[in-house]
């Protein structure tokens, strides 16, 4: 009877900076503090801070009505013209942008400003790539599919810069590329994808692949669990989505012989430990 732990499971580097960030803030610093969006999508660590005085701004128009006090960027990272307006009122900035997003927000900084048209290719509606567009200036486009490469202007500027989101999945990157390429003469491609979540995603492949039942752990809005949980299931019928310890009925888990346990970047240490040994103490 085995519990296997995935060495992956639970915060990535970025994350886990961002949540310390906040404790040593609430533990070292006087006057409200605010995290500008959730620091994480998950609910329980959202409600601690919470209860230990930490505010989420959800947005723009929120931060209006700020006049004092720590903001903390997480880990996604901002637009330029948000840390500008923080400044123009005065308020402290804690800046726990990961610092492969804060890479990606300079090169596009340094690249727009020699003229470049910017191309990130990456979901327009998620928070990281809002803020890697933030950065550059108005040459710019973000690019999810084929069919988005078609609405760009290539004539307008010769020379182009590709970036891409954090958590863009690596073969889509290289496809949308080489159609990119067959566009422009002078393009320069920066592969900005962090290797976080392919690790964790191909470590639970292989820990599923091996057990009798697995266990997948994360909030439930959050969209790389889902993802992680998908790759697990697909690996292993007897797999099971929980958001903490609560939502396990050992029972169902039936007479198995070993167990893996994975988690998704928004899961706590404590939550995936709690899990942990009260699965060992069953088997
Ligand atoms: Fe940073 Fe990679 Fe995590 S970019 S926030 S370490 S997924």
Redesign the pocket.
Known sequence: MKVIKAKTAGF????KRAVDTVYEQVNTCGGPIYTYGPIIHNEEVVKDLESRGVSVIRSEEELEGITEGTVIIR?HGVEKRICDKLRGKGIRIVDAT?P??KKIHNIVEKESAEGKYILIIGNPDHPEVAGIRGWAGSDVSVIQNAGDIEKVDFSKNKKICVVSQ??FNYNKFQDLVEIIKKKSYDISVLNTI?N??KERQTEARSIAESVDAMIVIGDKHSSNTQKLYEICRNACNNTYYIQTLDDLDLNQLGSVETVGITAG?STPNNIIEEVQNNVRIIF
């Open positions: 990535c580097f970025g994350v880990s990961c492969f997003v954090t958590t962090c976080a979540t970047a």
